[in-house]
């Protein structure tokens, strides 16, 4: 039998869990429902001027954003490893770090997406500046897909466990904080009209990072958890 | 058979850095006598980090090179940096309340270290989430590993994050170099702590290894009880 090569490999991965995927459209959505909900919780439990808003816009959006990829990667995995999937993935001549690659940016496509794309309406809820909102979009472009690789290489190592839920959180929101960190003050740089490029250029640099070195972790952490 | 001489120099060194700070120090210029807590929180700031890369070198070795003892350690590491982590947060705080006139500021150092408590919490709570002894042990290790590489990143993220948001907290904590004499006393205490850590660490990891080996044949003859 013909052996896909590396490219091919990836790309038939990325086909199939996106088919899957558009198959239980409504487990796709809850987490884009969660991170608009978590947004309209703020104005009733504070107060909806827009000042207030405006103020506290930045944190609430990346905050939001980071619970629902968190709330997303709990079933990054699961359904491959108890149906035995991903011990087909594991024996075949392809390397596993790919494929969880290719697993992973599937997820971000599918969950990962959505939020950026519905961001600017989000914002504009929250009376977010205008000018702020490429910015945001841009940043949340760059930290999904960090989000998402986080949560590969957490969910990984928990797939196996009964009680993953919480502890994975414990896990992810740790490494996840730089991310909020540099992805708010962009936001917050954009707002108030001063340059967000250097914010910019960090999460870029951190999804690079991400992307080399997390695929390895996640196929080290896979096997841990397969035997 | 090291514990107790690891455990006399670190009675010795921290009795001695303690009392001498505590009485012979000079008073700071700025902050009076209450600058004495030092003693006991810079040791402990230092001591966690130092555990944290400990802990994960260890683990590092044991996943490598699928030592079983480099894993015991790691796994007796942990609580201890753990405690060395809160007991600097604590003791940070409590100097803050008279200097700051509040119990918490959300000051670069003081964030990076509650992020380090938590990368802590993670790990003992992932090695206590799986029942498999060797599993818990690679996938533990796996984490401190990554928690190594991203503790550089969180920390610069945070110091970036707080000289943007409160630059005033900085220059409160802009301490004036230290005098020698005040430093002698710190440096003692720092290796009183260091030889500390590794009496306890020598103590914890024998316990583990014993409770790992606890069916097996030759530790029942060891003890004399087979």
């Given at each position: 039998m013909e052996v896909p090569g590396l490219g091919q490999a990836f790309a038939l991965q990325v086909g199939r869990d996106m088919r899957l995927a558009f198959r239980h459209l409504g487990q796709l959505a809850n987490p884009l429902m969660f991170f608009i909900m978590v947004t309209t919780l703020f104005p009733l439990a504070l107060n909806p001027s827009p000042q207030l808003l405006e103020a506290i816009a930045p944190g609430v959006v990346w905050v939001a954003a980071l619970l629902a990829s968190l709330l997303a990667s709990e079933s990054l995995f699961r359904q491959d490893v108890d149906d035995g999937t991903m011990e087909q993935l594991a024996l075949s001549p392809q390397p596993l770090a790919l494929m969880l690659l290719a697993k992973t940016a599937a997820h971000w496509l599918m969950t990962g997406l959505p939020l950026v794309l519905v961001s600017p309406i989000v914002a504009y809820g929250l009376f977010l500046p205008q000018e702020a909102v490429p910015v945001t979009m841009g940043a949340l472009a760059l930290a999904t897909p960090i989000l998402s690789l986080i949560g590969g290489m957490m969910a990984a190592l928990t797939v196996g466990l009964r009680r993953g839920g919480g502890l994975l959180s414990l896990l992810i929101l740790p490494i996840a904080m730089p991310v909020l960190i540099f992805g708010a003050r962009a936001t917050d740089l954009a707002m108030t009209g001063l340059e967000s490029v250097g914010a910019i250029y960090l999460l870029a640099a951190l999804l690079l990072l991400a992307m080399s070195l997390s695929p390895f972790a996640m196929a080290a952490a896979m096997r841990i958890s397969l035997d | 058979?090291?514990?107790?001489?690891?455990?006399?120099?670190?009675?010795?060194?921290?009795?001695?850095?303690?009392?001498?700070?505590?009485?012979?120090?000079?008073?700071?210029?700025?902050?009076?006598?209450?600058?004495?807590?030092?003693?006991?929180?810079?040791?402990?700031?230092?001591?966690?980090?130092?555990?944290?890369?400990?802990?994960?070198?260890?683990?590092?070795?044991?996943?490598?090179?699928?030592?079983?003892?480099?894993?015991?350690?790691?796994?007796?590491?942990?609580?201890?940096?753990?405690?060395?982590?809160?007991?600097?947060?604590?003791?940070?705080?409590?100097?803050?309340?008279?200097?700051?006139?509040?119990?918490?500021?959300?000051?670069?150092?003081?964030?990076?270290?509650?992020?380090?408590?938590?990368?802590?919490?993670?790990?003992?709570?992932?090695?206590?989430?799986?029942?498999?002894?060797?599993?818990?042990?690679?996938?533990?290790?796996?984490?401190?590993?990554?928690?190594?590489?991203?503790?550089?990143?969180?920390?610069?993220?945070?110091?970036?994050?707080?000289?943007?948001?409160?630059?005033?907290?900085?220059?409160?904590?802009?301490?004036?170099?230290?005098?020698?004499?005040?430093?002698?006393?710190?440096?003692?205490?720092?290796?009183?702590?260091?030889?500390?850590?590794?009496?306890?660490?020598?103590?914890?990891?024998?316990?583990?290894?014993?409770?790992?080996?606890?069916?097996?044949?030759?530790?029942k003859q060891a003890l004399g009880v087979a």
């Open positions: - | 058979m090291l514990t107790p001489w690891f455990g006399w120099a670190a009675a010795i060194l921290i009795t001695a850095g303690t009392l001498g700070g505590l009485y012979l120090a000079p008073p700071d210029y700025q902050q009076g006598e209450g600058f004495r807590i030092i003693y006991v929180h810079v040791p402990s700031a230092s001591m966690s980090m130092f555990v944290y890369v400990n802990m994960a070198l260890a683990a590092a070795a044991g996943l490598i090179w699928r030592i079983k003892l480099a894993h015991a350690v790691a796994a007796a590491a942990a609580p201890i940096g753990a405690s060395f982590t809160f007991l600097a947060l604590a003791t940070g705080s409590i100097w803050a309340k008279p200097m700051w006139g509040t119990w918490w500021v959300w000051d670069a150092r003081l964030t990076s270290e509650l992020v380090l408590l938590f990368l802590y919490f993670g790990y003992m709570a992932l090695r206590a989430a799986i029942d498999d002894e060797n599993r818990a042990d690679r996938a533990s290790a796996l984490l401190a590993i990554i928690g190594l590489i991203n503790i550089p990143i969180i920390k610069y993220s945070v110091e970036w994050w707080n000289t943007l948001h409160q630059p005033a907290t900085i220059s409160k904590m802009g301490k004036p170099a230290m005098d020698g004499d005040m430093l002698t006393w710190l440096l003692l205490n720092i290796f009183g702590f260091m030889c500390f850590f590794i009496a306890v660490l020598l103590i914890r990891a024998r316990a583990e290894v014993i409770r790992r080996a606890r069916d097996q044949k030759w530790l």
